[in-house]
């Protein structure tokens, strides 16, 4: 303390030191008197304090009945010691035919350059790594599509060093799901939680092989819930992804993505190259229902509307109508508006027209793309699907029925 501070402590004026003294001795006269008659018990004094008090009163302890669990700084650990040896490395390969480039079969060519054409191989293999988890003791393997995507031969290491062949029993390119089957016995497996009551704030612990690198834990939180397939960048998909900054790189897709208990939240399966500390995770609900029918069947069917739609906003509709290309004109300021309509599609046949804004899906009201989407997703093959939409400025009600999503028409959003 420097001398102007420990000066501006003290009292400025005799009469504030006055006031301080006088605080001192009444308080050491109260002491005085209390003394007095804590020493003396048969001080009149005592005995008119002892008169003045409350009957005495037995007193309970106060007891912590909220039981409020104290946090183990090392959960981390603890989770990736029960989780760890049910997490497993997946290398995957697959043999790509590869042709001469283009005109170098052209006969001329080769009577031009006679034995010097660059011999190209016929042939080679592609080796992907990637991670998943098993949820059988039987060898049941959940990981990604794009992982195990055209493979002829699948190797599944576990953490113990055994490496067991695989075979894949079934993936959905829609979903990005795929299950690999091992034979094998009393494997130590995973415990899934309830992806539909996660929050943002809650821990987020990713195990997998990013870049080869075996055995690798990070850990963040989640970011965020129902991330659309068109906020990922990967529109063709029909996932609301879970958003986490648990560090997430080529080779985690397929692995866990675990809550503080250990149970599994979601499948690790894109980052956004644009960014840093993102990463996406399909949440375990849809995984569970997509894996249980590529097992039961071998394929999943989703419904398909065939019509190309984005999210009206003022942004939106400013930039169609001032495009002189775009080939539309929207008037509503709000809904779904279809941009393009497959032809031949469900949505052809009802007909439902490019321009048009969907806002109301059987009895619901809709306000964005995703909306429409997952309502399509769950809507089983066949069956009516109430539309109410605005043309032109007017009401329109259509009845569509969706088909089956065509391997060919993957990549359309509803």
């Known amino acids: 303390m420097s001398q102007s501070e420990f000066q501006s402590d003290f009292p400025r004026s005799n009469r504030g030191w006055r006031a301080s003294l006088a605080s001192v001795l009444l308080g050491a006269s109260v002491a005085t008197t209390g003394a007095y008659i804590a020493w003396n018990p048969s001080s009149p004094l005592r005995q008119q304090a002892q008169a003045q008090l409350p009957p005495t009163t037995s007193v309970t302890p106060v007891q912590n009945t909220q039981n409020v669990p104290i946090r183990d700084p090392n959960f981390i650990t603890g989770v990736v010691k029960d989780v760890g040896p049910a997490v497993v490395r997946i290398d995957a390969s697959r043999t790509v035919r590869a042709s ?160 503080d208990r250990g149970e599994v939240i979601g499948v690790n399966t894109a980052i956004r190259a644009d960014a840093q500390g993102i990463g996406f995770a399909i949440p375990i609900n849809m995984v569970q229902r997509i894996s249980e029918e590529l097992v039961s069947k071998g394929t999943v069917q989703h419904a398909y509307l065939g019509v190309q739609m984005v999210t009206l906003t003022p942004e939106v509709r400013q930039d169609i109508n001032s495009d002189p290309n775009s080939g539309l004109q929207v008037n509503e300021e709000q809904g779904v508006l279809v941009v393009r ?68 028409n993957a990549d359309e959003q509803g």
């Open 100 to 259: 001469a480039p283009q005109g170098f079969d052209d006969p001329m060519f080769r009577q031009f350059f006679g034995g010097r054409i660059p011999q190209q191989p016929s042939q080679r293999v592609q080796r992907g790594v990637g991670s998943g988890f098993i949820v059988s003791q039987d060898g049941r393997i959940i990981t990604n599509a794009h992982v195990v995507a055209g493979s002829d031969t699948v190797e599944v290491l576990l953490k113990d060093g055994r490496r067991l062949q695989g075979r894949v029993v079934g993936a959905d390119p829609v979903t990005d799901i795929a299950v690999v089957k091992v034979e094998a016995n009393n494997l130590p497996t995973v415990k899934l939680s309830n992806s539909d009551q996660i929050q943002p704030g809650e821990w987020a612990i990713a195990i997998g092989n990013p870049l080869g690198l075996d055995n690798t834990v990070t850990a963040g939180i989640i970011s965020a819930t129902g991330r659309s397939s068109n906020d990922v960048g990967i529109p063709d998909k029909r996932i609301d992804f879970i958003q986490t900054d648990a560090a997430i790189n080529p080779g985690n897709s397929g692995g866990p993505l675990l809550n």
């Open 341 to 408: 309509v497959v032809p031949n599609s469900p949505a052809a046949r009802a007909g439902i027209r490019a321009g048009d804004v969907i806002r109301n899906v059987n009895g619901q009201n809709i306000a964005e793309a995703n909306d429409l989407q997952n309502i399509v997703e769950q809507t089983s093959i066949g069956s009516d699907m109430q539309l109410q939409l605005r043309r032109d400025g007017q009401d329109v009600n259509l009845t569509v029925q969706p088909a089956a999503l065509p391997a060919s």
